[in-house]
């Protein structure tokens, strides 16, 4: 009854027709991109409910008998609500799982060259929403005001001003002044909450149309059962009632173990770390910024250099070019690596040597990189570290790249050359 | 050109109604981008005092920054040998600028380029922001060889030997701390002698 009257206006009959029939082909892989929204979603859920208790103010308040900024007063607040600090827990466990998730979606996609012609657009929508996404755990690090986000945002902060000639007005823009002012929480909780998260949701959208117009790829068993058996649609599962299951299944699996993970493993303690203090403890960001942070380490402090009337200091090598230069490289694979036949199967990595070399050399890279940022406690110097992460990721590009040219070899004299 | 029939749209170099509106909708666009840029001058508001802007004077007594005793002032007598602590003058300690680290070595231990005008009976200060990203520097005390302490930043492992004027000994600091002067007064509190040497902060 009450179908048939929306059905009648919004025709939903069309609708199911167009969309929900569509079909999902099936990898386990193709689930990690969904990973990432669901832990958006999750991120957005738990966000409403932090939003709501949150102040966005540096203001001194009473806490407990000390003077302590407002900000973090309202999170120690939400802590100690019922279920507050589990969702403030989920809330920040998410963030890492969507990062997490779109940096394996990011690596299927490279290393199974699937970023190929026609889908190089949503590769560079998938990267911005990489970029994005850091931004907003970024942005995030700040709000609860502790000593760990003060010190966290001055060092990002102070790297914004390394840009040679703009860095001052960059800074000035993302902090609302010279930090810290009490002008860069309102400015950070807004874009948290407001213009990042519309971005991101904008990007989703553009992305997954992209999707849906394109065609998902193909696993490349399907291409021998469309050989064998004959026609042009794609091979898999409709959205639905399969895929809806499947993806549901996989977003409640998903909520599970984030919500056990924040019961159980703590995480962000702002009561541990304090408000604001003179004093920096030993502290490092969360996983993803490790790459930088140990980046920075490494660089000696008198590399400088005076171009045209800007200065490029070692935080202008560590913080800025050091990741522009790994996006930029990102940037350009799909147009390094062209095909002139549009591609619609996955591609098996070890098919690849140059791509697939040249991918685990860039992981083991960073891995390396987020070891640097443990040379403290690991007791090695900034110059062997970086000798040896030089050499090793060298080592590792060649050996991988050598290893595969082997195995394509000798596979071929087997299999007489079937890809 | 849709209507390629008209002739109206394509005579060269004549004015034609097209062109005239395309020419409009192009200023309009660009004076409506161009006030953008106003905007991005108000997005990016400079405060002042804001930075690394010191405020300390000759005169103006140590008081302990954080700890059990903030506040309060530090006393010669509270200091052996090798220990250290965070310190802001008296009345200015909301300034993060001043915020120094208080140093008592022997000595015989300093060497150039420490100014030794600046210490008095073996205490010295430095400037706490480490001159890389602006975290402060701690103390890394070495119970056993006294002589082997010294000040670290532990956001990027900057080193700082407060023995040589505070020359970085390892780490991704350009710059050494600033040197402030410090000397004890008649009831045994320390003071300030003058400004920072150097510049302080981060130096991009």
């Known amino acids: 009854m009450i179908f048939k009257w929306i059905d009648e206006r919004l025709e939903l009959g069309k609708f199911k027709e167009k969309f929900l029939g569509k079909t999902f ?192 790829i193909e696993p490349e068993g399907n291409r021998l059962r469309r050989e064998a058996e004959g026609g042009r649609r794609l091979i898999g599962i409709p959205v639905w009632p399969e895929q809806s299951v499947v993806s549901l299944a996989l977003f409640f699996f998903m909520l599970g173990v984030v919500t056990m993970m924040a019961t159980y493993i703590p995480l962000n303690p702002i009561e541990t770390y304090g408000p604001p203090s003179p004093s920096t403890p030993v502290m490092r960001p969360d996983w993803y910024f490790l790459p930088i942070y140990g980046f920075l380490k490494l660089v000696p402090g008198d590399l400088s250099i005076a171009i045209a009337g800007g200065r490029i200091t070692p935080e202008t090598i560590g913080g800025v070019l050091f990741p522009g230069f790994l996006g930029l490289l990102l940037i350009a694979v799909p147009f390094l690596d062209r095909v002139s036949m549009s591609q619609n199967y996955l591609v098996n990595p070890l098919r690849r040597p140059v791509m697939t070399s040249l991918g685990l050399a860039v992981v083991f890279f960073l891995c390396m990189t987020t070891t640097a940022g443990y040379i403290d406690v690991l007791h090695i110097t900034p110059a062997a570290m970086a000798i040896v992460l030089v050499l090793a990721t060298v080592v590792i590009w060649l050996g991988a790249y050598l290893l595969l040219r082997f195995h394509n070899r000798t596979d071929k004299r087997g299999n007489h050359g079937k890809t | 050109m849709v ?42 508001p400079a405060n002042k005092g804001g930075g690394y802007v010191a405020n300390v004077g000759p005169g103006d007594r140590l008081v302990y920054a954080d700890g059990d005793h903030s506040g309060n002032p530090l006393r010669a007598s509270a200091f052996e040998v090798g220990d250290a602590v965070l310190a802001y003058p008296l009345g200015k300690t909301g300034n993060q600028a001043n915020l120094v680290q208080l140093i008592r070595l022997q000595e015989s231990e300093f060497q150039p380029p420490v100014r030794k005008e600046l210490t008095d009976r073996g205490f010295v200060a430095y400037s706490a922001i480490c001159t890389h990203l602006g975290c402060t520097v701690s103390w890394v005390k070495n119970p056993e060889a006294p002589g082997a302490s010294y000040s670290e930043c532990f956001c990027h492992n900057s080193i700082f030997d407060p023995r040589r004027g505070a020359t970085v000994v390892g780490g991704p600091a350009p710059i050494p701390l600033a040197q402030i002067g410090v000397r004890v007064d008649a009831e045994g509190v320390l003071v300030f002698t003058g400004g920072f040497s150097g510049p302080i902060g981060p130096q991009v």
Request: aromatic share 12%.
């Open chain 1, 25 to 216: 082909p099936t990898h386990p892989t193709f689930l990690l991109g969904e990973v990432a929204l669901f832990a958006f979603v999750t991120l957005v859920i738990t966000g409403l409910f932090l939003g709501l208790l949150y102040e966005p103010s540096a203001r001194e308040v009473s806490l407990f008998g000390a003077m302590v900024p407002a900000a973090y007063a309202s999170v120690v607040n939400i802590d100690l609500l019922p279920l507050g600090l589990i969702v403030r827990r989920i809330h920040h466990w998410s963030a890492m799982l969507m990062i997490a998730a779109i940096l394996c979606h990011l690596a299927r996609v490279y290393f199974t060259s699937a970023y190929r012609k026609p889908r190089e657009i949503n590769w560079l929508i998938g990267l911005g929403l990489l970029g994005v996404t850091m931004g907003a755990a970024f942005t995030g690090y700040l709000l609860p005001y502790s000593q760990f986000s003060l010190t966290a945002t001055s060092i990002a902060y102070y790297i914004s001003r390394s840009v040679p000639w703009i860095g001052d007005w960059i800074a000035r823009l993302l902090f609302a002044g010279d930090f810290p002012a009490a002008s860069t929480v309102p400015r950070f909780f807004f874009l948290h909450v407001m213009l990042v998260p519309a971005l991101l949701v904008s990007l989703v959208g553009l992305h997954l149309l992209v999707l849906v117009k394109q065609k998902h």
């Open chain 2, 3 to 44: 209507d390629g029939s008209s002739g109206a749209g394509t005579g060269k170099g004549g004015i034609t109604r097209r062109r005239v509106t395309l020419g409009i909708v192009l200023a309009a666009l660009a004076s409506a981008f161009g006030s953008l840029f106003s905007l991005l001058k108000v997005l990016a």
